[in-house]
């Protein structure tokens, strides 16, 4: 059994499921969608590029040699989570592997969009070291020294996250901005716990207005110290994502910066290139989180769950990438820090990575930083609420605009073309469409899903008439009782059984609404209902009903 596959099934049976085109006009008649059960024991073995796209939304490029490249990635990583797998099931490796939006990246992509920490030689391959006579600070130093002959040490666990200091995870998305995100983490961090008061702070003008100080280089990487110290030394009050919002390309800095105060300031930054995993632990108890750098490419991008421990050991590799430590602790025997990325929920365990502790795993201790704040005295800012920026994810978000804007996963990541930002105009496919390609012969049965074969749209886009069933309340399949007792969850099952599933006006919603295990061998994972991925696919198996 795959866990990385199990979580891939749950998500390709829906959208396979959810995609069957009705056939036939007589709704008495009209056949159930069949499910093979057979083909559902076991999880799925192999993912190809083109369910790929479809797991985690993402358009085909209609380059043949990209696909082919994406597609050559993929394998690779598949038969490397394959391996992984096993030897976690076989209690060999204390961590998983699953497929995540990176899975078919190649390296070369990798490198430049996903990590983007660089050295004074500047090129974008990496958290490369500065020059030397800038790699030991001495009032750095000073202040370490401090804590690394002190006789009090930190306790054997902590967590940021868990006291709530941690802000929502966020996505570089196609910038090698790795170092600004984990600094603003590690500020944000700070200025929580220093008053209590959550900031979202611009990673957009870190990038802009950090460029060329300190080794900065926009989206092409940055020395990892670069943003803290940059910000301690001109005494700067960052903007907040709200008033400088994250482009993912670098722009000119603003002649007129805004500021926003939440009555507290970075005082000063450290750096050291010492490596010291036991005052990196004394500093994230101190701070609550700490810049690190790690070696990215590899084994690492593949996460799942679990503590990882699968970079092999080798110093002289470096470190590619920047991440906030924001916490520290043991699981089932192996210490771990608690790691806070910056490439999406949908990476890891929701974005956070446990990296096994006290072995310089990934090269982890080879460099950190953090910053001690102050209160500053005075009125403050009210509180703002961070607008999601209007942006297209695709490169091919007009064309999917001229069809498919009524599909969630499109008109989520092409908001720009889809006109789904506040005060646009939703374009014309956000409710005038046709769900299947034999639409022309189904406006008897499904007008409300073939609204463009049907003549049900209104001019321009706007709204849109609904047509009722023939029947207030009618099932649509001639199995539907069979399928409500198990399947009303499925979005097909339940727009075709309504009166079975109950889901028509005063009727009592079906169990299977809410409570179900969506594949077969969900018993077989009953010990694994702590991963949120497998208890929200399997609530019957672990007690989530």
Request: aromatic share 10%.
């Amino acid at each position: 059994m795959k866990v990385a596959y199990l979580f891939c099934v749950f998500f390709l049976m829906e959208l396979c499921s959810s995609s069957i085109v009705p056939q036939g006009g007589d709704d008495d008649e009209a056949p159930a969608p069949k499910i093979d059960k057979s083909d559902l024991e076991e999880p799925l073995d192999e993912v190809d590029e083109k369910n790929f796209e479809e797991l985690f939304r993402e358009p085909n490029s209609g380059n043949a040699t990209e696909e082919k490249r994406r597609a050559d990635a993929l394998k690779v990583v598949e038969t490397e989570i394959h391996e992984i797998n096993e030897e976690y099931e076989a209690g060999k490796v204390s961590w998983f592997d699953r497929l995540n939006p990176l899975s078919d990246m190649p390296e070369d992509e990798f490198l430049s969009q996903k990590t983007g920490s660089v050295d004074a030689d500047g090129y974008a391959r990496g958290l490369l070291e500065p020059p030397e006579d800038e790699k030991v600070d001495e009032k750095s130093e000073r202040y370490f020294d401090q804590f690394r002959y002190s006789r009090s040490s930190a306790p054997d666990s902590y967590s940021s996250v868990d006291r709530g200091y941690v802000s929502p995870i966020k996505n570089q998305r196609n910038c090698g901005s790795c170092v600004a995100f984990a600094s603003a983490a590690v500020i944000e961090t700070a200025f929580k716990k220093k008053v209590g008061v959550f900031g979202d702070y611009s990673e957009q003008q870190f990038v802009d207005c950090g460029f060329g100080i300190n080794g900065a280089n926009g989206c092409d990487g940055a020395v990892p110290y670069a943003y803290l110290k940059w910000i301690a030394d001109t005494r700067l009050m960052p903007a907040h994502e709200a008033q400088y919002p994250y482009k993912s390309v670098r722009n000119t800095c603003p002649a007129s910066l805004p500021e926003y105060n939440q009555g507290v300031r970075v005082k000063e930054s450290y750096y050291s290139y010492k490596n010291d995993e036991e005052l990196m632990k004394q500093m994230v108890y101190e701070h609550g989180a700490v810049v690190a750098s790690v070696k990215s490419k590899g084994p690492f991008s593949d996460y799942g769950g679990g503590v990882f421990s699968g970079c092999p050991h080798d110093p002289s590799a470096g470190t590619d990438h920047a991440i906030a430590v924001v916490g520290y602790g043991t699981e089932g025997g192996v210490p771990y820090w608690l790691i806070k990325n910056s490439w999406g929920e949908n990476w890891g365990d929701k974005g956070f990575i446990k990296l096994q502790r006290g072995v310089n795993m990934c090269n982890i201790g080879s460099f950190y930083a953090t910053i001690s704040v102050e209160a500053v005295a005075g009125p403050t800012n009210a509180p703002m609420t961070t607008e999601r920026p209007c942006l297209d994810e695709y490169s091919n978000c007009p064309d999917l605009a001229q069809r498919s804007c009524y599909q969630d996963n499109i008109g989520e990541k092409c908001r720009k073309s889809c006109g789904l930002c506040p005060g646009m105009t939703p374009a014309s496919s956000y409710t005038c469409y046709d769900k299947y390609s034999n639409c022309a012969t189904l406006c008897g049965s499904y007008p409300n899903d073939c609204k463009k074969s049907c003549g049900l749209c209104s001019g321009g886009g706007g709204s849109v008439t609904t047509v009722a069933p023939d029947s207030a309340c009618k099932d649509m399949f001639s199995n539907c009782a069979e399928l409500a007792a198990t399947s009303c969850y499925q979005t097909h099952i339940k727009e075709g059984c309504p009166k079975s599933c109950g889901t028509c006006p005063g009727m009592t919603p079906a169990r299977s609404l809410t409570c179900y295990d969506q594949y077969t061998n969900c018993g077989n994972y009953k010990d694994m209902c702590y991963d949120t991925q497998i208890s929200s696919a399997c609530k019957i198996t672990c007690n989530k009903c």
